[in-house]
């Protein structure tokens, strides 16, 4: 049998004068945790293990597998896989009739889990196979690239070696460098050339600006902070979504808010 605990004594321990010992806390079950991703596990002798608080991601590509084998096949290799490797599964997120040459900025579950992360300090994501990330290498890759960036680490069931000096895997991250700079030089020119020719016409070129930066749309700003508190207060992605769709509170464009709109303010706001 195995227990888990949240802290080395029991709530008010500290006024009953004995320290909680391994076996008080066989007896009486409490949760103890190291830190926000780690937890302790204590056995019938007293001996801790440490586990990895972790974050399963599923994907099925079309509508018609939402209901069929893919979600049930994908969590029971992942929760096997978990037990066997010092995970606990906090939270499963699924991503329902989305495709593996998506960009994962439009993926709903993706958006969401990883808004999660960046709140509640778990730094882990299991996933059954690559695939299920991604199936385009070029998107697998960027995906990965991301995660890295960010400090969260990312398992697969079936390929251990996601992060590793693999000979194919560092040619093609270089391979992939060099073509995204060369592609952000080439669009950086594209990009000055275009607002040389608009300025030349208009006197003037602007481009986007940043949600709640822009003083031609005073209730940004109220918005924006409403987001962030609701976001640092531990509301996720999609009930922040959901709350202000309720409301009625339109997007810029005057539309309904999604997930990737909610992210890009969130992450916009741990980044300042």
């Known amino acids: 049998m195995l227990i888990a605990a949240r802290h080395l004594s029991y709530p008010g321990s500290e006024n009953r004068g004995p320290q909680t010992t391994p076996l008080d806390l066989l007896l009486k079950p409490s949760r103890l945790t190291m830190s926000e991703d780690t937890v302790l596990l204590l056995d019938r002798q007293s001996s801790i293990r440490t586990m990895t608080k972790a974050l399963a991601y599923l994907r099925v590509s079309g509508r018609g597998q939402i209901k069929g084998d893919g979600f049930p096949r994908q969590i029971a290799a992942i929760n096997k896989f978990a037990a066997t490797h010092g995970f606990r599964v906090v939270r499963t997120f699924k991503e329902e009739g989305v495709s593996g040459t998506t960009e994962s900025l439009d993926r709903p579950a993706w958006s969401e889990m990883i808004a ?91 481009g986007a600006t940043l949600y709640g930066s822009d003083p031609r749309h005073p209730q940004e700003p109220a918005i924006r902070d409403r987001i962030l508190a609701m976001h640092k207060s531990g509301s996720s992605t999609r009930v922040i979504m959901d709350i202000l769709n309720a409301e009625g509170v339109p997007t810029r464009r005057g539309n309904r808010w999604h997930p990737q709109q909610v992210v890009r303010i969130t992450d916009r706001g741990l980044r300042n």
């Not at 697998?140 to 991301?146: P, V």
């Not at 590793?164 to 391979?175: A, G």
Request: with cysteine; hydrophobic share 35%; aromatic share 4%.
């Open 116 to 206: 999660t992360i960046l709140a509640n300090g778990v730094r882990t994501i299991i996933i059954e196979k690559l695939d299920r990330l991604a199936r385009d290498y070029y998107i697998q890759e960027h995906i990965l690239r991301d995660l890295k960036k960010r400090g969260i680490t990312l398992v697969s069931t079936e390929e251990p070696d996601l992060d590793s000096d693999n000979p194919t895997r560092v040619m093609f991250r270089q391979i992939v460098g060099s073509i995204m700079q060369y592609e952000k030089t080439m669009l950086v020119a594209k990009l000055k050339a275009a607002r040389d020719r608009k300025k030349a016409v208009n006197g003037k070129c602007e």
